[in-house]
């Protein structure tokens, strides 16, 4: 089984889905799964990554390789985001054929989260204020990159924070329900 991780934008999104999708593959039983992060082509962002002609472009390229595309984009405090995402999937299920789906889904509220999630914070940080800030990864994910001096690294610690994160995934799903937990539902109804 192949997956398709689409980022709005790949040069630092890369960093975190991978690992963290790895594990959740692990979690639904499909350990040996090759997850991809599409870099061909680059969004460039969410309002890209939002319009299905783009999205359309991905899948037929890919869609003679990929069984489950993922389409992953921050929701940024949009309330109507999770809807744009619906309309995409929706879309997708009249061009997949023969056991292949799109899932969308939005970070909640920037895919910086999920990697938050699985480390252990500051203690003056308080989740549900994270989970609620709009702009988390200038308030708290770059910080914590400072803290542990990741800046030079990969992707500004992306790389490094989420390959640390994925080892704690259930903590990640335990903590992201409205997305992570939810997305891994769903694709262990896929793949099962």
Same mark, same amino acid.
């Given at each position: 089984?192949? %997956?398709?991780? !689409?980022?709005?934008?790949?040069?630092?999104?890369?960093?975190?889905?991978?690992? &963290?999708?790895?594990?959740?593959?692990?979690?639904?039983?499909?350990?040996? =799964?090759?997850? #991809?992060?599409?870099?061909?082509?680059?969004?460039?962002?969410?309002? +890209?990554?939002?319009?299905? /002609?783009?999205?359309?472009? &991905?899948?037929?390229?890919?869609?003679?390789?990929?069984?489950?595309?993922?389409?992953? =984009?921050?929701?940024?405090?949009?309330?109507?985001?999770?809807?744009?995402?619906?309309? !995409?999937?929706?879309?997708?299920?009249?061009?997949?054929?023969?056991?292949?789906?799109?899932?969308?889904?939005?970070?909640?509220?920037?895919?910086?989260?999920?990697?938050?999630?699985?480390?252990?914070?500051?203690?003056?940080?308080?989740?549900?204020? !994270? #989970?609620?800030? =709009?702009?988390?990864k200038e308030t708290y994910f770059l910080p914590l990159a400072t803290q542990r001096k990741l800046l030079d690294a990969p992707g500004e610690g992306r790389k490094t924070l989420a390959e640390e994160a994925?080892?704690?995934? /259930?903590? !990640?799903?335990?903590?992201?329900? /409205?997305?992570?937990?939810?997305? +891994?539902?769903?694709? #262990?109804?896929? %793949?099962?």
């Amino acid at each position: 089984m192949n %997956v398709l991780v !689409i980022p709005e934008d790949f040069r630092k999104d890369q960093y975190m889905l991978k690992p &963290i999708f790895m594990a959740m593959m692990k979690e639904v039983g499909k350990p040996n =799964v090759k997850v #991809r992060v599409c870099q061909d082509p680059l969004l460039g962002g969410v309002n +890209e990554a939002l319009k299905w /002609e783009r999205i359309k472009e &991905i899948i037929e390229r890919y869609k003679g390789m990929v069984n489950l595309f993922l389409l992953c =984009v921050d929701r940024d405090g949009k309330e109507g985001r999770k809807g744009a995402l619906a309309s !995409i999937e929706q879309q997708a299920v009249n061009i997949l054929t023969g056991g292949r789906l799109l899932l969308a889904e939005n970070a909640w509220q920037e895919i910086e989260v999920w990697v938050l999630a699985g480390h252990d914070l500051p203690s003056d940080w308080n989740w549900q204020v !994270i #989970r609620n800030e =709009v702009n988390p990864k200038e308030t708290y994910f770059l910080p914590l990159a400072t803290q542990r001096k990741l800046l030079d690294a990969p992707g500004e610690g992306r790389k490094t924070l989420a390959e640390e994160a994925a080892r704690r995934y /259930e903590r !990640i799903r335990q903590l992201c329900p /409205e997305d992570i937990a939810d997305l +891994e539902d769903r694709i #262990r109804s896929f %793949v099962a």
